[in-house]
């Protein structure tokens, strides 16, 4: 029976390397001589943390950050930007990453499938949603509904079995 797996996957040396290019843009930018502003990239929790003497440096620099996502090939929803705080004499922004299908995204994940009078059956497992059915052109428009539909994360579509 042919299947596939939606999944949600950050690629993390690329999110690594988008924080270090921006990092470098950073030290050669004018108006950012001589300031303490800098990213901070933490693995542990998929997370980057702006810091500026300003605000107005913290607006820039999530402008930087979002280019070099983008050219990294990591989409804009994927980040979560958080407020701007200011704690003695720096900004500081959260940038908060996701990664994998929780329960209420694969719950509507399924929902969204089985609305649809299409034949086929979605499971949530861990953090994968596995759709299945008797025809490939089924899978393919399950695919296609996905994608269509307005969903927050950038997920991708793996495992496709005949």
Same mark, same amino acid.
């Given at each position: 029976m042919p299947s596939f797996d939606i999944v949600s996957k950050l690629k993390k040396d690329e999110v690594q390397n988008a924080v270090d290019n921006a990092s470098r843009e950073l030290s050669t930018r004018y108006d950012f001589r001589g300031t303490d502003a800098s990213f901070t990239f933490n693995k542990a929790d998929n997370s980057v943390k702006l810091e500026a003497p300003e605000e107005f440096q913290i607006q820039q620099m999530d402008d930087i950050l979002r280019q070099k996502l983008i050219k990294r090939g990591i989409e804009a929803t994927?980040?979560?930007?958080?407020?701007?705080?200011?704690?003695? !004499? !720096? %900004?500081?922004?959260?940038?908060?990453?996701?990664?994998? /299908?929780?329960?209420?995204?694969?719950?509507?994940?399924?929902? /969204?499938? !089985?609305?649809? %009078?299409? !034949?086929?059956?979605?499971?949530?497992?861990?953090?994968?949603?596995?759709? %299945?059915?008797?025809?490939?052109?089924?899978?393919?428009?399950?695919?296609?509904?996905?994608? %269509?539909?307005? /969903?927050?994360?950038?997920l991708q579509f793996e495992n496709f079995r005949d």
């Open positions: 994927a980040a979560s930007f958080g407020d701007v705080t200011r704690s003695g !004499k !720096k %900004s500081i922004q959260s940038v908060t990453f996701k990664d994998g /299908i929780d329960k209420e995204l694969g719950k509507k994940i399924c929902k /969204i499938i !089985k609305d649809t %009078s299409l !034949k086929v059956d979605a499971k949530i497992n861990d953090d994968t949603v596995r759709v %299945s059915g008797k025809k490939k052109d089924d899978l393919q428009a399950a695919i296609a509904l996905v994608r %269509s539909s307005k /969903i927050d994360q950038p």
